[in-house]
Each structure stands twice: as C-alpha cells, then as structure tokens.
C-alpha cells in the first residue's frame, strides 16, 4: 500500500454502537478507485485522532467492507495497512491459544472487558488498488484483524462478551460518555482527573 494513503485525510465523527450500520454486515468493495483511496485516508485521518490502533468503514458511517490498521504485534513492531473484503483465519481448536486481554472500541468509547481471542490470526483480502494482500498478526495486531473484521461482518465486541461482561462494559462506558463529543474525535476527547490508564481501542 503506497504511504500516502496514511496521510492528507480528513477527520470524520465516529459511529456509536446502535447505529444500524454498526450491526449489519457490509457490501464487498468492487471499486478499487479515488473514492475509495479518499475514504481511506480519511478513515486513518480518524483512527490517528481518536488514538486507536485500527478502524473499520462502518465506524464513519459506511457499509463497505474495509478497514485500516496501524498496530503492534506481539514483538512491539508496529504494522500499518488497509484490507478490502478481508477474511480471518485463526488456528484450528487443537493448536488454538487464547490470550484473553481486555478489549475496547472506538465506537463504544470507554469501555474495556477481557475478551479471549486466539492470539495469532492471519488476514487476507485486497488493498486499496485491489491487489491480494495477507497480513500475519500476533498479540494486540491478530486481536484487532479479528475486531476489525468483525465489525464488517455486523458484530461489535461486546456481542462476544457474557451478559454480565456486556453490562460491566455498558457502565463503564456510561460513566465516561460524557468526555466524548457527539462529533468525537473531531472535537476531541475532554479531559478528567479521573483518567485512569491510557489504553488501545479499535
């Protein structure tokens, strides 16, 4: 993927769960054109102000399938890309290992719950001049090929969590609402001496 689609976007207002976008399964990308290079600056535009490590198009709002990244692996390098119509592989039950690590969203911001995913996860689809493109994740990157990738599919984390988790995470989330704007993170996040750590969403 060429650098410059990282840069020169626009910053759009995320969107919350709730919206019908955000539970829907997506449309497959066919049209690998400006448009679509427009959308995803924009959308890393976005994902660097909101400070999180992956963003999916249905959290701006559009029912396409296609996500951008910039995240770590479990070895601290940092890997950055776009995917068009990904599908996630993970290991098979028998060689399957569960990292269960807390979890959060940008569109359900400040809420976190721990969530066990497979800690290694391999990613394929198209980038955004419709090439074939395969991304290996491990540690917080295969955790968020795996979140981005089930946004585009209409499910949010928190539908992966156990009824008390999901209303653990529903309070968390409640209590903190109000430090983000409704356009957030075009007008950024206030600020609260209550803060607690800072921590990765996607």
């Not at 497959?28 to 999180?52: C, I, K, N, S, W």
Request: aromatic share 4%; glycine share 10%.
């Amino acid at each position: 993927m060429s650098d410059d689609l990282t840069t020169g976007g626009t910053v759009l207002p995320i969107t919350r769960w709730g919206a019908p976008v955000m539970h829907e399964r997506t449309r497959p990308v066919t049209a690998f054109d400006d448009e679509l290079r427009g959308l995803v600056r924009d959308m890393f535009a976005t994902m660097h102000a909101a400070q999180g490590v992956g963003l999916a198009a249905t959290q701006v709002g559009r029912d396409l399938s296609v996500f951008v990244f910039e995240c770590p692996d479990a070895d601290d390098v940092v890997h950055s890309g776009v995917v068009c119509n990904p599908v996630v592989t993970v290991p098979d039950a028998r060689e399957r290992n569960l990292d269960a690590t807390e979890e959060g969203c940008l569109s359900f911001p400040g809420g976190y719950q721990v969530l066990a995913r497979p800690d290694t996860a391999v990613c394929t689809g198209q980038d955004a001049g419709g090439n074939p493109v395969r991304v290996e994740g491990t540690g917080l990157l295969a955790r968020c090929l795996q979140h981005e990738t089930d946004h585009l599919n209409g499910t949010v984390f928190g539908d992966r969590l156990s009824t008390r988790a999901r209303r653990l995470l529903s309070k968390q989330h409640e209590e903190l609402a109000h430090l983000y704007p409704d356009d957030w993170p075009v007008t950024p996040r206030r600020t609260s001496a209550d803060e607690g750590n800072e921590r990765t969403s996607s």
